[in-house]
């Protein structure tokens, strides 16, 4: 007697259940893998005082002036300086609507009142203070205090927060191969190390920084510095999104 015909109908009922559960378990390993890269050191539950929930999911994206675990070799080729401590240079909020995505920046400088609050090291009660700079929350407190300090003064509650220093932020243009860019107007800033000529480019992680960080090249400098990071953050989340980083694990996985 013949061989019985196969059962494909079996055949690609198994390999589909195969298929789902490999890429499930891709997926949910690729998380926990991401997650534990993450430093999870802000604790939002520390905020007192908050804001009710609203419909978005808010996000406050912090760049700091860290260089922690960056060599002087590092801190020369990325023109970063060797200041100690960080500061909070550049402030977002992105909000996450069903109606769609917004984002606005935070001047450094804007005069705001910082609220009271209790220190978290030394115990001790802090007075409000107004018409102080946005930035100085950071330095006086740490992240949760700015977060305090945004919620007063905007009337927004803060679901999440991130925070990226220098070394950080130009990994993560090198790790997608460089990030496009059409810079309208060519600029120079020695402090940045900036040196763009107009047109379209692409930018690796050294030029990234020094662009979202250059200021001194412009009348108005940081209102000017917050649109091109604006500019070049869309621009890195539109490359971010894209299926040849997305499908591709030697620029994924760098990149998360």
């Keep these: 007697p013949g061989r019985p015909a196969p059962d494909w109908r079996r055949r690609i009922k198994i390999g589909s259940i195969v298929l789902v559960v490999a890429v499930l378990g891709w997926s949910i390993g690729t998380y926990a893998w991401a997650s534990s890269r993450m430093r999870n050191e802000v604790d939002l539950s520390k905020v007192i005082e908050r804001p009710a929930e609203g419909d978005c999911t808010t996000y406050l994206i912090v760049g700091s002036d860290s260089r922690e675990g960056m060599s002087a070799e590092e801190k020369k080729k990325l023109h970063t300086g060797s200041a100690a401590g960080k500061r909070t240079d550049s402030m977002m909020i992105l909000a996450a609507c069903g109606s769609g995505n917004t984002m606005i ?10 609220p009271s609050f209790v220190g978290s090291e030394s115990g001790k009660k802090y007075a409000a203070r107004g018409a102080t700079k946005l930035n100085a929350a950071y330095a006086m407190d740490g992240p949760e205090l700015l977060v305090r300090t945004v919620e ?93 980083t997305i499908l591709n694990p ?3 996985y760098p990149t998360l």
């Design 105 to 114: 920046s935070l001047p450094r400088d804007s005069w705001v009142t910082i």
């Design 152 to 244: 007063f003064n905007t009337g927004l509650r803060i679901d999440h927060y991130a925070e990226i220093g220098f070394a950080g932020f130009a990994n993560i243009v090198d790790a997608l191969g460089g990030v496009d860019l059409n810079i309208e107007k060519g600029f120079k800033d020695k402090n940045s190390g900036a040196d763009f000529q107009a047109g379209e480019q692409t930018l690796n992680g050294e030029q990234a920084l020094a662009f979202v960080r250059t200021r001194y090249a412009f009348a108005q400098s940081d209102l000017a510095r917050t649109k091109n990071q604006q500019k070049f953050l869309s621009a890195l989340a539109n490359q971010a999104a894209t299926p040849g």
């Design 250 to 252: 030697f620029k994924l």
